[in-house]
Structure formats: C-alpha cells, structure tokens
C-alpha cells in the first residue's frame, strides 16, 4: 500500500518528486498523530485514498523495482528529507485555503509541502 500511493500520487513527478511523497509520508508516521491515522503506515496511506481504491491502482514493475531500491533508503533515514519535515502536500488544482498559517517547506514541480 505505501509503494501504490506513492505512485498514485506522485505519478508524472520525477524519482525526487516520489521521494517527496515518500517523505511526507514518513514524516506523518513518525508525527503519530490521529488526524494521519496513528502509528499504522497502511492507515496512514489508505485514508489518503478517499473514494480510490489502491486494489485497483497496478504498480508498474519498474516503478516497483525502483522503489524497492530508493524507498528503504528514506525510511531507514538515509537520504535527506528533500521536504524538511512537511506533513502536507497540496496539489495546484486544490484550493489553498488549508495551507494558511503553515510554513511551505518545498515545491516540486507543481507540488507544494507544507508542515505546521
């Protein structure tokens, strides 16, 4: 489930652009907050998914592959945070009136992180 959203969220980015999907949610795990879905990574990822459902997102073999070569170096804290500890990422197409009083941590491509 971590791999599918990170590919379903990050699909079109560049590897630094999945690392930052990795990171935020890494970054929402380690922070253990309910509002996430606690401690659990699986419950972290699917209530990102809303009204998707990850059972029908296919992981291309290569994006597999190379997520199983980059994404235990995130976890394992051996690649820098390239998003500075971000909790939150907002796409253009949302509104940003969630995003006011946070502190905007990095921009990738179109993306923007954000933490509070």
Do not use: H
Request: with cysteine.
């Amino acid at each position: 489930i971590l791999q599918k959203t990170i590919f379903f969220y990050s699909t079109g980015l560049s590897r630094k652009g999945e690392q930052a999907i990795a990171f935020t949610l890494l970054n929402r795990w380690k922070a253990n907050r309910e509002e996430f879905g606690g401690r659990n990574i699986a419950d972290i990822c699917l209530q990102l998914w809303e009204n998707a459902r990850p059972e029908e997102v296919e992981l291309p073999e290569n994006v597999q592959k190379g997520m199983n070569k980059w994404l235990p170096l995130v976890w394992n804290g051996n690649i820098y945070d390239i998003t500075k500890g971000a909790l939150y990422f907002k796409f253009p197409d949302e509104n940003d009136y969630w995003t006011k009083g946070m502190d905007k941590t990095a921009s990738i491509k179109n993306i923007e992180f954000y933490k509070d």
